[in-house]
């Protein structure tokens, strides 16, 4: 790969509790454990690109705080370029994460510095946006900052990967900037106006489909252990059954996919081939803790390749 991922995100520190359920409102439930985990959406994304080999440069904020120190460290260690990262008064951003036996969660997330990324950042970073192969991002900075990033992207035909999550409506300008939109079934809900549901086999091409005639160029549904469905501009219709693997974490198994995948696009992958192996990448994650802790290294992803036939089940 001779051009640079750019993420364009969140950066938080996840604090994390292991209970035996996730508690209903009003609830107090004993929690099992507790740890801290480098994470945010945009930070994730970076990491999972660079331990799969992709050259990777966030840009985002941090706060003047302990967890931006860590949260920096943490980046560079897995050889993010942290240079267009600056660090601005206040705190940091968290996210509170709540994880149950099956490995499901529930998550709070308080912006910190990530509400102070704007439009003139991006700006400010326009050499190194204009050099990207590809960009990333997220719904945890503002919108405006999205919507510029995707406006530049167009401008500039660097192809932009959205994460629309936390999912929000988003408007028909910003989706048509868009080359590749990778919601969950809640997302896909939220961006379409319907109420939560579980997308049957008929409704997730036909939200597929919608989402697509809102004018994202391609679209792919992380649909949990029911693996990913692609659909793509040239009329491309495709389930990617998950891989078998016991979930102990599903936090940013979404991130993994989305950083792998861009990769693997980098690589000259097809879209299904490199759909394919950014869910092993995201299968890979969810065996384990955390969220950048959890995100595997390319040789693991081959191993694990080599040992995963046809049985898939994991969650994206």
């Known amino acids: 790969m001779s051009k640079r991922i750019v993420v364009v995100g969140s950066i938080n520190l996840d604090l994390v509790a292991a209970t035996p359920r996730i508690p209903i409102a009003g609830e107090t439930v004993a929690g099992l454990s507790f740890r801290t985990f480098p994470g945010g959406k945009g930070a994730n994304q970076a990491v999972a690109a660079a331990r799969v080999g992709g050259a990777v440069s966030m840009v985002g904020k941090l706060g003047a705080d302990a967890f931006g120190v860590q949260l920096r460290e943490s980046l560079e260690e897995s050889n993010v370029n942290t240079e267009a990262v600056e660090v601005v008064p206040g705190s940091s951003g968290v996210a509170l994460i709540t994880t149950d036996p099956k490995g499901q ?159 693997a696009l980098m690589n000259g992958l097809e879209p299904l081939e490199s759909a394919s192996w950014a869910a092993a990448v995201a299968a890979i994650s969810v065996t384990r803790p955390g969220a950048q802790a959890s995100m595997p290294t390319a040789s693991e992803v081959a191993r694990f390749l080599e040992d995963s036939h046809c049985s898939k089940s994991t969650r994206v």
């Open 105 to 263: 969660n529930a998550i709070t997330v308080v912006a910190g510095a990530n509400a102070q990324l704007s439009p003139a950042d991006i700006d400010a970073n326009i050499d190194l946006i204009r050099s990207a192969g590809i960009l990333l991002t997220q719904l945890e900075i503002p919108l405006a900052t999205v919507d510029y990033l995707a406006a530049i992207a167009a401008q500039e035909r660097i192809p932009l990967i959205l994460d629309p999550a936390p999912a929000r409506f988003l408007p028909p300008s910003l989706l048509k900037s868009v080359d590749w939109l990778t919601p969950n079934e809640t997302e896909t809900c939220i961006l379409l106006g319907r109420g939560p549901q579980e997308l049957s086999e008929n409704l997730t091409q036909d939200a597929a489909n919608a989402l697509l005639d809102c004018g994202s160029r391609n679209v792919i549904l992380k649909l949990g252990d029911r693996g990913c469905y692609v659909a793509l501009a040239d009329g491309t219709r495709q389930l990617l059954p998950a891989y078998a693997v016991k979930a102990v974490d599903t936090t940013a198994a979404g991130d993994a996919f989305n950083g792998a995948f861009a990769v």
